[in-house]
């Protein structure tokens, strides 16, 4: 089943909606909702951020949002079909935009154009109100807390859908697969990509007085139309005329059709014959503008109406968007109440360690001279702070890269052990010697995708088991739900395919053969059968069993594993609970999702400076398409 289809778009309530957002987005919302090609449909009004430059107006916005919903009713949207919210209401966007902002830097919202230009228009300068500067990080969390796959909007927002993007990437990034990356979804006229203003000007505002309103009566309609800018140099009907830049022929190329052309001008066959015979001269402007006036006035005349009708009923209008308010928090917040987790893992068993992380510590001596140096380091104050950093650490990353290292055996351990081991994995004193974690952890591998062989792979049945069958069987029984790319096992495992003389017989026609079976063998015999190939984990890793190292194999040997291509784990935070809480007078690092403090003991012990070094890991793996992933034991 492929991702869910979700459309998510808004607008300001800062007054009536004009043409500039038909022609932009509201048209496209209507034929989309009506389409029924997506599954959900947010549209919203965004008193919230409306307010980020209307601070001194607060009851302007207010007026605004029932001026805006009966805009959206009068265009067609339907409330049976779209959840139509007020974006003030939902108070879990405040919560995901705060979080958003420690993912953005300041220089990053510097460079967004949108931003600039409307910095600009604004006349903000350097009296920039901190809300309006991070609208793109308010409208990512708009977009992300309802799962949104698709944003309908005009060109002017290609940059802040490209930081929303930005946004759950990073997010996605540090947390695990959590939130979905949208996509812009422009007007397929590219003359509606950004519509102009009645006065030629770059935007159709309303703080700019250049708008004609959905609402708008016939009278003002053509006022507006017949005072709109065309070509300066059109002097006379005779003189040639410009189209590029010519408002009136953006609006037509908009909202004119082929059948305008028989109601109101007949003497013309299509839009590309007027203009010919404008670009040549003899065709005035007040004839091409009272064609756009028609068209206009019947484009616009069934909005108005309907509008009227849904004037009649205001507590009707208000009881729906509470309605949809209702609906829509509760979508908003199920998306902050995922803490990452995916439907498609099993993440039950992870309960056990949820309020505990893997730790790992060890101490080790440092020279005393050196020692001295970190005191002195740390003393410092002639010395930049980058540069005594990475003095501190080609110091101590000896004793540091030890503990690191450390902690990620252990979650390669983890990862490993589960996926060999039917998706659970138990810390034991044998691979956990050290302490830090107990219990176990559960990915959730569905049952129907654990097998066992009928006969076990053992030495005393190594000619008479037959290894491809028990394959094929896998294969098979998984074929309706997924198709393996490899096959994981150990080398142990693998001898005894390649000493299987069932397999020699497949092979090379006799079990007899004096070639040896070798795993490019194998593998072309896999291939050329259409079944995943063999890959073999000879993984070793290390752990410290009271201050010394040893070698653990964390692979069981018993099973093999079929997955499918693609990504087998990631690693991600266990849950939002699981963090580290400093102590005072420890200095930490990241490295990666692995934590080092450190403590300098002083000169105490023999006269020698040493080194405490701990490292704790804020993440668990996590295996990833873990319902696609088979295991057979092949030996009990």
């Known amino acids: 089943m492929g991702k869910e289809k979700i459309i998510l778009t808004g607008d300001r309530p800062t007054g009536r909606l004009h043409i500039g957002h038909y022609v932009g987005s509201l048209k496209r919302r209507v034929d989309l909702q009506n389409a029924g090609d997506y599954s959900k449909m947010f549209i919203f009004i965004a008193d919230s951020q409306a307010l980020t430059d209307n601070i001194d107006n607060p009851e302007k916005v207010r007026q605004n949002v029932i001026e805006v919903a009966l805009d959206y009713l009068a265009c067609g949207i339907d409330p049976s079909k779209a959840t139509i919210f007020i974006q003030s209401q939902i108070p879990e966007l405040c919560e995901l935009s705060f979080y958003y902002m420690d993912l953005v830097s300041v220089s990053r919202l510097q460079r967004n154009p949108t931003v600039k230009s409307e910095i600009q228009m604004r006349n903000f300068e350097a009296s920039i109100p901190v809300g309006f500067f991070t609208y793109p990080i308010s409208q990512a969390a708009d977009i992300t807390a309802f799962r949104a796959t698709t944003v309908p909007v005009g060109e002017d927002q290609e940059p802040m859908l490209e930081q929303a993007r930005e946004i759950v990437r990073r997010f996605n990034y540090i947390y695990g697969e959590t939130l979905v990356e949208p996509e812009i979804l422009l007007p397929d006229n590219a003359a509606c990509l950004r519509l102009p203003g009645t006065d030629g000007k770059a935007k159709m505002s309303k703080s700019l007085g250049n708008c004609i309103y959905l609402s708008e009566e016939p009278e003002e309609i053509q006022k507006k139309i017949m005072s709109m800018y065309t070509d300066p140099g059109h002097l006379r009907v005779q003189d040639p005329g410009k189209i590029e830049g010519n408002t009136v022929f953006t609006y037509l190329d908009a909202f004119c059709r082929p059948e305008h052309f028989e109601r109101y001008l007949p003497d013309y066959p299509n839009l590309d014959e007027l203009k010919a015979h404008y670009q040549?001269?003899?065709?005035?402007?007040?004839?091409?503008?009272?064609?756009?006036?028609?068209?206009?006035?019947?484009?616009?005349?069934?909005?108005?109406?309907?509008?009227?009708?849904?004037?009649?009923?205001?507590?009707?209008?208000?009881?729906?968007?509470?309605?949809?308010?209702?609906?829509?928090?509760?979508?908003?917040?199920?998306?902050?109440?995922?803490?990452?987790?995916?439907?498609?893992?099993?993440?039950?068993?992870?309960?056990?360690?949820?309020?505990?992380?893997?730790?790992?510590?060890?101490?080790?001596?440092?020279?005393?001279?050196?020692?001295?140096?970190?005191?002195?380091?740390?003393?410092?104050?002639?010395?930049?702070?980058?540069?005594?950093?990475?003095?501190?650490?080609?110091?101590?990353?000896?004793?540091?890269?030890?503990?690191?290292?450390?902690?990620?055996?252990?979650?390669?351990?983890?990862?490993?052990?589960?996926?060999?081991?039917?998706?659970?994995?138990?810390?034991?004193?044998?691979?956990?010697?050290?302490?830090?974690?107990?219990?176990?952890?559960?990915?959730?591998?569905?049952?129907?995708?654990?097998?066992?062989?009928?006969?076990?792979?053992?030495?005393?049945?190594?000619?008479?088991?037959?290894?491809?069958?028990?394959?094929?069987?896998?294969?098979?029984?998984?074929?309706?739900?997924?198709?393996?790319?490899?096959?994981?096992?150990?080398?142990?495992?693998?001898?005894?395919?390649?000493?299987?003389?069932?397999?020699?017989?497949?092979?090379?026609?006799?079990?007899?053969?004096?070639?040896?079976?070798?795993?490019?063998?194998?593998?072309?015999?896999?291939?050329?059968?259409?079944?995943?190939?063999?890959?073999?984990?000879?993984?070793?890793?290390?752990?410290?069993?009271?201050?010394?190292?040893?070698?653990?194999?964390?692979?069981?040997?018993?099973?093999?594993?079929?997955?499918?291509?693609?990504?087998?784990?990631?690693?991600?935070?266990?849950?939002?609970?699981?963090?580290?809480?400093?102590?005072?007078?420890?200095?930490?690092?990241?490295?990666?999702?692995?934590?080092?403090?450190?403590?300098?003991?002083?000169?105490?012990?023999?006269?020698n400076g040493v080194e405490f070094t701990k490292a704790q890991s804020l993440s668990l793996p996590v295996i990833t398409e873990i319902n696609g992933i088979y295991s057979l034991t092949v030996e009990l």
Request: charged content about 30%.
């Open 280 to 607: 040549r001269g003899g065709l005035g402007d007040v004839k091409v503008k009272r064609f756009l006036n028609a068209i206009m006035q019947e484009t616009l005349e069934p909005i108005r109406n309907r509008r009227k009708e849904f004037e009649k009923d205001i507590p009707a209008i208000y009881d729906m968007l509470k309605k949809g308010c209702d609906a829509a928090r509760e979508v908003a917040a199920a998306t902050l109440d995922s803490k990452g987790k995916e439907p498609i893992m099993g993440t039950e068993g992870l309960a056990t360690i949820s309020k505990k992380v893997l730790t790992h510590q060890m101490t080790y001596p440092m020279r005393i001279e050196d020692y001295r140096k970190v005191l002195q380091l740390l003393d410092s104050r002639m010395i930049p702070d980058q540069a005594k950093k990475q003095q501190l650490v080609n110091l101590m990353w000896g004793g540091v890269e030890k503990v690191v290292n450390s902690v990620k055996s252990k979650l390669d351990i983890i990862f490993l052990g589960a996926l060999s081991n039917k998706g659970v994995f138990e810390f034991t004193s044998e691979n956990n010697p050290e302490g830090g974690v107990r219990g176990n952890i559960d990915y959730g591998m569905p049952q129907e995708n654990i097998a066992t062989a009928d006969t076990q792979w053992t030495e005393a049945n190594i000619d008479t088991v037959d290894v491809f069958e028990d394959i094929q069987e896998i294969v098979d029984s998984a074929q309706e739900k997924v198709t393996f790319d490899r096959i994981l096992l150990d080398q142990k495992r693998l001898s005894y395919i390649l000493r299987s003389k069932k397999m020699k017989q497949v092979i090379f026609g006799s079990d007899k053969s004096a070639s040896p079976l070798l795993l490019a063998n194998l593998n072309e015999l896999m291939r050329s059968n259409g079944l995943p190939v063999f890959d073999v984990i000879r993984r070793m890793t290390r752990i410290q069993d009271n201050g010394k190292i040893k070698e653990y194999k964390p692979w069981n040997d018993k099973n093999i594993v079929f997955v499918p291509a693609g990504r087998l784990g990631v690693i991600k935070n266990a849950y939002a609970d699981n963090e580290l809480r400093p102590e005072p007078g420890v200095t930490y690092s990241d490295y990666g999702r692995i934590r080092i403090s450190q403590w300098g003991k002083g000169e105490t012990d023999n006269s």
